[in-house]
């Protein structure tokens, strides 16, 4: 009966086992976790806005700039503003953007009227 028991259990124990492929391409979680990618986010959106002039395009700006962080839009007075978010610096270690990490880029009827955060509150 003690033969049949440790049987039985060797089969329940080898039918909980699994199979694991690991492709060579998968970047670890840790890695990505850990990596300095934010860092180099931010760096590259500084760069960008830094090389901006009042008047460009809001169409010109969002493809040299990529995918914003946040977006809002408003009517004031009649003028149509747009504002993107882009990360530019760090202040929470939570994994996520926030937008007190971001740099807002002001449009007003299209034309880049301004960055910052001194610029969003003239218009607010």
């Not at 760069?47 to 169409?59: A, F, P, Q, R, V």
Request: overall charge negative; proline content about 2%.
């Amino acid at each position: 009966m003690n033969k049949l028991r440790l049987a039985l259990a060797f089969i329940m124990v080898a039918s909980l086992s699994g199979c694991i492929i690991v492709d060579g391409n998968v970047k670890n979680w840790d890695e990505d976790f850990n990596s300095s990618d934010w860092e180099h986010q931010q760096k590259d959106n500084r760069e960008k806005i830094s090389n901006l002039n009042l008047g460009d395009s809001y169409d010109m700006v969002k493809a040299l700039m990529g995918s914003p962080s946040f977006t809002d839009a408003l009517d004031v007075d009649g003028e149509q503003y747009n504002i993107l978010y882009y990360r530019t610096h760090h202040k929470h270690s939570d994994g996520d953007t926030t937008r007190d990490e971001t740099t807002p880029l002001i449009f007003k009827n299209k034309k880049l009227m301004g960055w910052g955060k001194d610029v969003l509150n003239k218009i607010l």
